[in-house]
């Protein structure tokens, strides 16, 4: 099976061109660091597999996701390696480009992005690039699809090509490095293939490769030759080790560019300038992004969820329930059997599924923010604020991926560099308000606050973000404190989201919602039922002697000085534990039972507006759900960390819940 | 010899010195593009003493301040 893998710098569409080429659909995104795990997919034509890695800007990782990278290239062997360069950021992207040709392995470069370099008006050369460098060129856009077949079809030749392509480059480092690398290169046994590649790699200080060479070799006698020959360079050129091996690759590949890139236009203030003037203000920049997070729940409410979302409730309660129950008359169905399926399965998960118009609104957002550039401008604009609390700017891109689902967003903190900040990030995010959260927020807001709910709803995210970032500054004072941190990020030019992009983008998240009621969220809801329909007195009794109530009843009690101190949303808090959705199964299924009068009726029995809000609030904080459990303990590697995680949500949660009711009480609400 | 910082936004001016920027950082800008030698310029930078942008041949990076006023640059 050929094996063709996907490389290149952070952002310049490697992940875009997978798309095109397997017709599938990967996470895409405007800004460096989207991909952080690979993936493999099949080719179109069949002929093969290709593999999707994290961008990287050098084969030495500084962070998780760059280390995936280099491990695949050190521990697997692919066909070939199709480089992914920006056209319009050559000279850079090549530096990468000359370490894939010490690496080996048959190499076709895919200049992407040519849309953007001509805009910019360079004239590449591709004939004579391609001459220069001695490997094949193909012109892409990987955003439309241009070049996609040339490039497929010139990979897969020079994948099945076994003669010179394949075998490493050399390049000439200078008389003391290349002694050095002859060096090494004897003390490494003969089974080794990319013998001068890794010895090139391990001077260059790329700590994986020096972790794989100390199985072979004394490590004492790898620091001793790195140590003499940074010495050497010192000495001679007064500079850096790796800085003179990067002067060395700069200087080819300015010999490469010279002959084949004329700058035809004189640079000017682009679009992205001028849209930065305003959104990276020194005064606009906060408020420009609360005012686009103020635009984003108006938007899923007032403006458009909610009226598509009552519109979607009426057609679950009245149309759907209504012929279910006559189809199950008309076929005879046992009473349990109806009671089942209308007051379980249809209260349950259609409870849920009613959010889905909110949801999917708030998820086209997220990914216009995503693809639009702004990403990288959110993060700068923020830094300050984070690192006054021992994070960095970068640490706000996993909390905005959260807001969706807090999943990803925990997996996205693998592209801090710094493993404290990246630890601390990791517990933070689970702070974030995500979508499954937002049902929650829906069904109470459209009771109880009818007429503010977009700001209601926005004051949650922001108390999941101030807890957040109150939290960090207690954390980094207690957990590891002597790392230093860094800011550094790379700002993408504005790209105007594709619909075709937003629209995938928004679906691969929303589906995830959707498949969960349907199966999670189904099940959940028919066992939640039965707790609800039978009790210590047999089947059949009163919700209110039922063990739902009796398991609710446990921990009533305890939640009692926080205003909400009723078995309902007990049992709801245990089971929101699963899924923070099921939190509206549950109060679907119990309040649905009794009367008829709809559930947004039937609340407003048990809750007051301030229990209500005191009760979100608990919701938004109190325990991570079982995936961003399972998947905090899978980042961190860490039982501790783990548990870590859900106590002091848990503790947390109860303090904010408390004051804020008791609060509220003071100050006359009720 | 000047720090970035002391430079006027939007004025090109070549790099000398990159020693005592934060060793990672360091790193970064040079996977960027930004050595000794390059020409770069100074284009914003955030209020409260937050971060500041840069441009190297069309490119923006952002970094913290203090890291910018440890690269020592000279007009070009
Ligand atoms: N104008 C233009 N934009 C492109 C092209 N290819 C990709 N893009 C855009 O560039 C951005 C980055 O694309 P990705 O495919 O996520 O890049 P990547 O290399 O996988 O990025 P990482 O996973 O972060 O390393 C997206 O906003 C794409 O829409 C192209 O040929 N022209
Ligand atoms: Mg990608």
Not at chain 1, 455 to 475: D, H, P, Q, T
Not at chain 1, 520 to 539: D, K, Q, R, T
Not at chain 1, 624 to 632: F, K, Q, Y
Request: aromatic share 10%.
């Amino acid at each position: 099976m050929i094996k063709l893998a996907l490389t290149g710098n952070p952002n310049t569409g490697k992940t875009s061109l997978f798309n095109m080429l397997t017709d599938s659909y990967e996470y895409v995104g405007n800004w460096a660091g989207v991909t952080i795990e690979k993936k493999v997919g099949m080719l179109n034509n069949k002929r093969g597999q290709l593999i999707d890695l994290p961008g990287i800007y050098s084969l030495s990782p500084l962070s998780r996701d760059e280390g995936v990278t280099t491990l695949y290239l050190l521990d697997e062997t692919p066909s070939m390696l199709l480089n992914v360069v920006d056209a319009s950021q050559l000279e850079r992207n090549l530096h990468l480009t000359i370490q894939l040709l010490e690496y080996g392995r048959p190499v076709v470069l895919a200049l992407n992005m040519i849309d953007v370099a001509k805009k910019r008006g360079l004239n590449i050369d591709v004939e004579q690039l391609a001459k220069q460098i001695g490997i094949p060129i193909v012109p892409v856009i990987a955003r439309t699809g241009y070049g996609c077949d040339a490039l497929l079809e010139t990979s897969i030749q020079s994948s099945g090509d076994s003669g010179i392509a394949a075998s490493p480059r050399r390049f000439d480092y200078g008389p003391v490095l290349e002694g050095a690398i002859s060096r090494l290169e004897a003390m490494l046994p003969k089974e080794l293939t990319s013998a001068r590649w890794l010895a090139l790699q391990l001077l260059e200080g790329n700590i994986p490769v020096l972790q794989k060479l100390r199985q072979y070799v004394d490590p004492v006698q790898l620091q001793a030759c790195y140590v003499e020959t940074e010495k050497l360079v010192q000495e001679t050129g007064g500079i850096r080790l790796a800085d003179y091996i990067r002067d060395r690759r700069a200087a080819i590949i300015q010999g490469w560019l010279q002959q084949s890139v004329r700058e035809t236009k004189e640079q000017h203030t682009t679009l992205s300038e001028r849209i930065d003037a305003i959104v990276m203000n020194k005064f606009l920049g906060i408020p420009v992004f609360l005012a686009f997070m103020y635009l984003t729940f108006k938007l899923t409410f007032d403006w458009f969820g909610t009226p598509l979302s009552d519109a979607l409730d009426s057609l679950l309660n009245g149309f759907v329930r209504d012929n279910v129950s006559s189809f199950l008359d008309s076929a005879g169905a046992a009473a349990f059997i109806k009671a089942v399926l209308l007051d379980g399965v249809i209260s349950g998960v259609g409870g849920v599924l009613v959010f889905v118009p909110q949801i999917f609104m708030l998820f086209l957002i997220i990914s216009f923010i995503e693809d639009s550039g702004y990403m990288a401008r959110i993060a700068t604009v923020m830094d300050k604020l984070l690192e006054g609390v021992g994070l960095n700017g970068k640490a706000f891109i996993p909390m905005i991926i959260g807001f969706g689902c807090n999943v990803p967003g925990i997996m996205a903190a693998r592209t801090i560099e710094q493993p404290k900040e990246r630890l601390l990030t990791i517990l933070l995010t689970p702070l974030m308000s995500c979508s499954a959260r937002l049902s929650v927020y829906s069904l109470f807001v459209g009771t109880f606050f009818e007429k503010n709910q977009a700001l209601i709803v926005l004051s949650l995210y922001v108390l999941g973000v101030v807890v957040a970032l109150a939290l960090a500054k207690l954390f980094s004072f207690t957990l590891a404190k002597e790392e230093e941190s860094m800011f550094i990020v790379e700002m993408p030019p504005y790209r105007i989201p594709q619909w075709r992009t937003l629209s995938r983008s928004t679906w691969e998240k929303g589906k995830g919602f959707v498949r969960k009621a349907g199966t999670f969220i189904f099940g959940g809801s028919v066992v939640i039922w039965m707790l609800g329909y039978s009790g210590f007195s047999g089947w059949n009794v009163p919700m209110n002697e039922s063990f739902l109530q009796t398991i609710g009843s446990v921990i009533s009690p305890i939640m009692q000085p926080l205003g909400f101190g009723n078995w309902q949303a007990g049992a709801a808090l245990i089971t929101g534990f699963l899924a923070k959705e099921v939190v509206v199964s549950t109060m679907g299924i119990i309040y649905a039972a009794p009367t008829d009068a709809g559930l947004e009726g039937a609340i407003t029995q048990f809750f007051t507006p301030l229990q209500a809000y005191s009760f979100m609030v608990f919701i938004l904080l109190y325990v991570p759900c079982l995936a961003t459990v399972g998947v905090i303990r899978s980042e961190t590697k860490s039982a501790k960390w783990t548990w870590f995680s859900v106590i002091y949500a848990l503790i947390v949660a109860y303090i904010i819940a408390f004051i804020i009711y008791r609060a509220g009480l003071l100050l006359g609400f009720h | 010899m000047m720090t970035l910082l002391e430079t006027t936004a939007g004025s090109n001016v070549k790099v000398t010195n990159l020693d005592s920027v934060h060793a990672l950082v360091r790193r970064r800008l040079g996977d960027l593009g930004v050595m000794v030698g390059s020409v770069i310029s100074l284009r914003k930078t955030m209020p409260f003493g937050g971060p500041c942008t840069i441009e190297i041949k069309g490119q923006w990076i952002a970094i913290r301040r203090k890291d910018a006023g440890s690269i020592l640059v000279e007009g070009v």
